[in-house]
C-alpha cells in the first residue's frame, strides 16, 4: 500500500448499508494514519506493533494466525509480546465528527467514522431514488490490489471479505512489494505517539526550575507511552534510511549519466581535434602481442557537430611485432545522408613527447577517394582503415620519453578539404 497516494473520491470502501456508489457516501474514505492496512478500514480496536505499525485488532490477529509476521516489513510477531493497545489512536477517531452522506437531503446527524455505518443503514433518509439507470453492483473493497469481484449488496461483500481474507492479504503483499518511497520525509508532522509520550513527561529546566507539567502519577502508563514513542522514532528512523540510500542510488546514477552526457558533447564539438590517452600502455601492448587479435580503439569523435565521425586504432603490426600500427575509420552517424563522400580530407598524428615537445613525433596524410576506407560506412565502424602499418617502435616510444606514467598521449587532427 502506497501510504503517500493522493486519495480522491474515486477510490476506497463504500460505507456499511449503501446499494449505490457516489462521492458523498465515498467521504468515509479514513487518513493514511487511521487506516488499517490490511482492510483498508477505519481502524477498529487499534492496536500497534513493536514494529510501529497500526493494524485492527481483528486483522492482525487473522493474519499472525496464518503467517506469524508483519504485513508491512515482515518482521516476526507474537500477539502475546509484541502487540499493544493504541489507545491514543482510538481516542482521535472517537472525538472525529462526520456528516450523514443524506446531509443534502435533510439529515442533520453528526457520528463518529467507525459508527457511521450504523447510521446509513438505519437513516430516514436512506431512500433509493427512482432510476432508469440499471443498479450499481458493490465492487470489493480490495479492487484497487487486484480483486474484480462486485455485489449486489454490501452483505454480499461481506460474506465475500470473510471468506477469501488469504487471498487478498496476498493482493495486499503483491502491491505492497512494488510500492516505491517517495515521500518526504521532511515534511512528516509529529506522529500522534510522540505527541501523546510529550505530554505524559516533560523534561526538567536546564537552570533546575520546576516543570510546569501536572506530575503525572500513572507510572505504567507513561513507560507505555514513551515506549511506543521509541517505536514510533525506530520505524521512522529505518524509512529515513531507505529513502537516503534510494536518493544516494539515484545521485549515482544521475553522476554517472552527466558524465557520460559531458564526454558525448566533448567528442561531438572537439572539430576534429582528439587527444587520446591511452593508459596502462605496457599492459595492453603485453596483451596485444599475446593475441594479435586484440585492438585499441578510442571513443568516435566528430569533425563538426553535425559532420563525420571517426575513431583511431592502436594494434602490434603483423608484419612487424616490435612495431604499433596506427589508423583512423570512419563511423556511423545519424547525418551521414546528408554528407558529401567518399571524405576528403587531411589527416594529421601526433604523438606527444612528455619530456621534450619538441621530438612529439608528427605526420600527416591525404584522403584517398578510391579507398573504401573514405566511401560511406555500412556498419557501426568501416571494417577499413587508413593510417600507418608500423607507426613506431614500441620500445623506442617507450625508451625516447613518449610514455610517462604509463601513458601514451596521441593528438590526431582531421580536417575537410
Same mark, same amino acid.
Given at each position: 500500500?502506497?501510504?503517500?497516494?493522493?486519495?480522491?473520491?474515486?477510490?476506497?470502501?463504500?460505507?456499511?448499508?449503501i446499494?449505490?456508489?457516489?462521492?458523498?457516501?465515498?467521504s468515509?474514505?479514513?487518513e493514511?494514519?487511521?487506516e488499517?492496512?490490511?482492510?483498508?478500514n477505519?481502524?477498529?480496536?487499534?492496536?500497534?506493533?513493536?514494529?510501529?505499525?497500526?493494524?485492527?485488532?481483528g486483522?492482525?490477529t487473522?493474519?499472525?494466525?496464518?503467517?506469524?509476521?508483519c504485513?508491512?516489513d515482515?518482521?516476526?510477531?507474537?500477539?502475546?509480546?509484541?502487540?499493544?493497545p493504541?489507545?491514543y489512536?482510538?481516542?482521535?477517531?472517537?472525538?472525529?465528527?462526520?456528516?450523514?452522506?443524506?446531509?443534502?437531503?435533510?439529515?442533520?446527524?453528526?457520528?463518529?467514522?467507525?459508527?457511521? #455505518?450504523?447510521?446509513? %443503514?438505519?437513516?430516514?433518509?436512506?431512500?433509493? +431514488? $427512482?432510476s =432508469?439507470?440499471p /443498479?450499481?453492483?458493490?465492487?470489493c473493497?480490495?479492487?484497487?490490489?487486484?480483486?474484480?469481484?462486485?455485489?449486489?449488496?454490501?452483505?454480499?461483500?461481506?460474506?465475500?471479505?470473510?471468506?477469501?481474507?488469504q487471498?487478498?492479504?496476498?493482493?495486499?503483499?503483491?502491491?505492497?512489494?512494488?510500492?516505491?518511497?517517495n515521500? #518526504?520525509?521532511?515534511? %512528516?508532522?509529529?506522529?500522534?505517539?510522540?505527541? +501523546? $509520550?510529550? =505530554?505524559?513527561? /516533560?523534561a526538567?529546566d536546564?537552570?533546575?526550575a520546576?516543570?510546569?507539567?501536572?506530575?503525572?502519577?500513572?507510572?505504567?502508563?507513561?513507560?507505555?507511552?514513551l515506549?511506543e514513542?521509541?517505536v514510533?522514532?525506530?520505524?521512522?528512523?529505518?524509512?529515513?534510511?531507505?529513502?537516503i540510500?534510494?536518493?544516494?542510488?539515484?545521485?549515482?546514477?544521475? %553522476?554517472?549519466?552527466?558524465m557520460?552526457?559531458?564526454?558525448?558533447?566533448?567528442?561531438?564539438?572537439?572539430?576534429?581535434?582528439?587527444?587520446?590517452?591511452?593508459?596502462?600502455?605496457?599492459?595492453?601492448?603485453?596483451?596485444?602481442?599475446?593475441?594479435?587479435?586484440?585492438?585499441?580503439y578510442?571513443?568516435?569523435?566528430?569533425?563538426?557537430?553535425?559532420g563525420?565521425?571517426?575513431?583511431?586504432?592502436?594494434?602490434?603490426?603483423?608484419q612487424?611485432?616490435?612495431?604499433?600500427a596506427?589508423?583512423?575509420?570512419?563511423?556511423?552517424?545519424?547525418?551521414?545522408?546528408?554528407?558529401?563522400?567518399?571524405f576528403?580530407?587531411?589527416?594529421?598524428?601526433?604523438?606527444?613527447?612528455?619530456?621534450?615537445p619538441?621530438?612529439?613525433q608528427?605526420?600527416?596524410?591525404?584522403?584517398?577517394?578510391?579507398?573504401?576506407a573514405?566511401?560511406?560506412?555500412?556498419?557501426?565502424?568501416?571494417?577499413?582503415?587508413?593510417?600507418?602499418?608500423?607507426?613506431?617502435?614500441?620500445?623506442?616510444?617507450?625508451?625516447?620519453?613518449?610514455?610517462?606514467d604509463?601513458?601514451?598521449?596521441?593528438r590526431?587532427?582531421?580536417?575537410?578539404?
Open positions: 500500500m502506497d501510504r503517500s497516494r493522493t486519495k480522491d473520491a474515486s477510490e476506497g470502501i463504500a460505507p456499511m448499508g446499494t449505490s456508489l457516489n462521492e458523498a457516501v465515498l468515509n474514505q479514513p493514511s494514519r487511521y488499517c492496512p490490511v482492510c483498508l477505519w481502524l477498529r480496536d487499534p492496536v500497534i506493533t513493536t514494529c510501529g505499525h497500526k493494524f485492527c485488532k486483522c492482525i487473522s493474519w499472525l494466525q496464518n503467517s506469524g509476521h504485513p508491512i515482515n518482521i516476526n510477531l507474537s500477539m502475546k509480546v509484541d502487540i499493544f493504541d489507545n489512536t482510538k481516542r482521535e477517531i472517537q472525538e472525529q465528527r462526520m456528516s450523514c452522506p443524506f446531509a443534502s437531503k435533510g439529515c442533520a446527524v453528526k457520528v463518529t467514522p467507525l459508527d457511521l #455505518d450504523a447510521h446509513i %443503514a438505519t437513516c430516514e433518509y436512506n431512500q433509493p +431514488e $427512482a =432508469s439507470q /443498479e450499481i453492483r458493490v465492487p473493497a480490495f479492487h484497487a490490489v487486484g480483486c474484480k469481484e462486485t455485489f449486489d449488496s454490501q452483505e454480499d461483500m461481506n460474506t465475500h471479505l470473510h471468506n477469501d481474507i487471498s487478498h492479504m496476498s493482493l495486499l503483499m503483491n502491491a505492497y512489494s512494488e510500492v516505491k518511497i515521500s #518526504d520525509i521532511s515534511n %512528516a508532522s509529529i506522529d500522534a505517539k510522540e505527541q +501523546e $509520550a510529550m =505530554s505524559l513527561w /516533560e526538567p536546564k537552570e533546575g520546576p516543570s510546569t507539567a501536572k506530575p503525572l502519577n500513572n507510572t505504567s502508563a507513561l513507560i507505555r507511552a515506549y514513542r521509541v514510533v522514532l525506530e520505524q521512522r528512523n529505518r524509512e529515513q534510511d531507505i529513502v540510500a534510494n536518493m544516494s542510488k539515484q545521485l549515482s546514477a544521475f %553522476a554517472v549519466a552527466k557520460k552526457q559531458n564526454n558525448e558533447m566533448l567528442l561531438r564539438y572537439c572539430m576534429g581535434n582528439y587527444i587520446w590517452k591511452i593508459d596502462n600502455f605496457k599492459a595492453r601492448c603485453d596483451a596485444m602481442l599475446k593475441d594479435h587479435y586484440k585492438m585499441l578510442s571513443p568516435g569523435f566528430y569533425t563538426s557537430p553535425n563525420y565521425r571517426f575513431c583511431v586504432r592502436l594494434n602490434i603490426s603483423p612487424n611485432p616490435l612495431c604499433f596506427l589508423h583512423v575509420h570512419l563511423m556511423k552517424t545519424e547525418n551521414d545522408d546528408c554528407l558529401e563522400w567518399p576528403n580530407g587531411r589527416i594529421s598524428f601526433a604523438m606527444i613527447n612528455q619530456y621534450d619538441d621530438l612529439t608528427r605526420d600527416t596524410m591525404m584522403s584517398n577517394s578510391n579507398l573504401i573514405f566511401r560511406k560506412p555500412n556498419s557501426e565502424i568501416c571494417v577499413r582503415g587508413f593510417g600507418y602499418t608500423e607507426y613506431a617502435v614500441v620500445s623506442d616510444v617507450v625508451r625516447n620519453g613518449f610514455v610517462k604509463d601513458n601514451l598521449i596521441v590526431v587532427h582531421i580536417k575537410c578539404v
